[in-house]
């Protein structure tokens, strides 16, 4: 699927007088060339500190499980000698991803640091077999400071990041044009993430009314409106931006490309929100015409593609496999202890909506009373507040008295879940995915029903991580729909780490879901 956008010519807008010079913007700001020598020596430390740990861990550790894994009398500084090349190639890959130059966030960041890991491995694997290194040289080492890298150097570069911008170089000041729902999204999202490192020193909305009041906070700061468009040199003057955000979807195209026209020489990057709020953008790629000046956004549906199913239930069969494993003790205990708390069988099963709409007996612990349907109908007859929360987010969120004294524990830290992994063995259900939804809910989940039932239910999900109970049904369904259009392999992995932080941490949700989810109405 693509969209055609043609560029219009240009149009007049009042921003401000014409510059008679135009003022270069490209010059050399030593913090940045600070940052990036900076970032280099924490990340060699990160690659010393993980090729230590695997030199221990291979020529000290590994040889008392098994004697066979003994290596010829090779000391650990000849060792770290023989491998200091391996530094270098490394260095090359993060510099071809660039993990020097560009301001990536959080996540993004973490991908393109396990793609130069990965390739860069491998670039080494390769020269030492083309070099022939001698058996004392342990290519298994290789292999373990990989490992230990993907696990250090992401936690080493978010604290050298978070430190450069407690002192200020890594912290880059940017000026956001609009100050409607979007733009407030767009401000929170610059801000709160360390790996981008920018400063929200204001924002710009033509609404006369809104100038001098506050956003909200930025960085620890308050933001306020400064101005009107009108006067964006001016304010970049002043605040001395480099670069510039426009959160204003509602502006007609002509405007946006004028403005943009405008501002480009003056701005060391623009970042543009478009009016196309919803679309994936995991994969998006930009393409286009040069001599028709036509852009185009090519949008892929990744789990349409048979490999990329292939892909996703293979790791549903290791990974299920293994955590079944696992979990079968805890299980058993579990199960004990229900059967001890209230009447009632240890596990419910019920029927869900599944895979391109079949549906499926979705198994769980039993966390609720043998008549729950009984005692919820009338707490919420004797309760109008319960009633309203019940029909907004189709839970009770507080107190809920059909549950048990085991099973509010087991809801509080998801362990009611367990049983569906054999949903996932039988191929009913993945690890990551949509909520399997009740079949009376059919009729709410609305025009996305078919974009979700085109992936297999989840015992976790991209909603369970952002907000869980403390979204709505109609946000539910949004985020499930976009994890759905947007799916990739990285993306299933975030969600399985920020699924380990919710498990551990699990009332943060609940600051998560405050911020909004629904897509902004107009600008």
Known sequence: MSIGIMVPGRQQLPLDEEIEEQQPT??????????????????????????????????YLLPTLDSDLSLPAFSFWNHATAFGWMWLVLLVFFCVEGLYTQRRSMWNEVGHVVKAIGLGVTAVLAAAALAQLSPGVSRGIILLTAVNLLVLLPLIRYWAKWGLGKLGLWRKRILIIGAAKTARLATEGLTSDPFLGYEVVGLLDDDPRKRGTRIGLCGGKHAYVLGTLAETREQMRRTQAKDILIAIPGMSEGKL????????????SIYVVPQLWGL??????????????????????????????????????FLGGVLTILALPLGLVIAVLIKIDSAGPALFVQERL?????????????????????????????NPHAADEWQR???????????????????????????????????????????????????????????ILSSRPGVTGFWQVNGRNHVTIDERVQLEAWYVRNWTVWLDCIVLA?????????????ATAERAYAAPAGS
């Open 393 to 451: 987010y189709a839970k009770l969120r507080e107190y809920d008295p059909r549950l048990t004294r085991v099973g509010r524990f087991l809801r509080h830290w998801s362990l009611d879940e367990l049983p569906q992994l054999f949903n996932v063995l039988k191929g009913e259900m993945s690890l990551i995915g949509p909520r399997p939804y009740l079949l009376q809910e059919r009729s709410r989940i609305g025009v996305n029903l078919s974009t």
């Open 354 to 382: 599944g895979y391109r709409g079949r549906t499926f007996r979705c198994i769980k612990f039993r966390t609720m009373l043998v008549d729950s349907d009984e005692k919820l109908t009338e707490y919420l007859q004797d």
């Open 280 to 317: 994936p953008m995991m994969h998006l790629q930009i393409e286009g015409f040069l001599r028709q000046r036509v852009m185009m956004f090519k949008l892929s549906n990744n789990l349409a593609k048979p490999w990329n199913r292939w892909l996703k239930r293979s790791l549903d069969l």
């Open 257 to 268: 490309v004028t403005l943009v026209h405008r501002l480009q020489s003056y701005c060391e």
């Open 26 to 59: 490209g010059h050399f700001w030593s913090p940045q060339v600070a940052c990036a020598i900076l970032l280099i020596l924490t990340d060699m430390m990160a690659i010393a500190l993980s090729l230590a740990i695997a030199l221990v861990s291979r020529i």
């Open 498 to 510: 920020k699924t380990l932080k919710a498990l551990s941490f699990p009332q943060n949700g609940k």
